[in-house]
């Protein structure tokens, strides 16, 4: 996705046939509000919002939160539990990972299975 938090939500509410009127009425919001969002005249809505939004596009929340540059919240509660996981987030930020870090990273954990074992199934 590109553009603006609100280009995005413009276009992901159309793609799933929801009118403006709707979703806010989904949402407990005023159309007057989501039209601000959509046009930009307001910055994205919090975290909370922007859940209820997906969960009424039936989108993943995801790729709405990214466009709003904001962090899911169960993300920032594992975080804030975790003084591990923000050590380890600061480092990345201070190395500078890129994006193929990123997915060598993911690809370790896989292979290594990191975190939870489960007991094989053969």
Known sequence: MTG????????????SGLGLRE?????DKSPGYLSDVENGRVPPPSEAVIIDISAALEVDKKGLLFAARKV???????????????????MARDRGFENEDWHK??????????GKRRKDKR
């Open 4 to 15: 603006t938090f609100g280009e995005t939500l413009r276009q992901i509410r159309i793609d």
């Open 23 to 27: 979703l806010a009425r989904l949402i």
């Open 72 to 90: 899911d919240p169960e993300l920032s509660e594992y975080v804030a539990r975790k003084s591990e996981v923000a050590d380890f987030l600061r």
């Open 105 to 114: 990273m993911t690809r370790l954990a896989k292979t290594e299975a990191l």
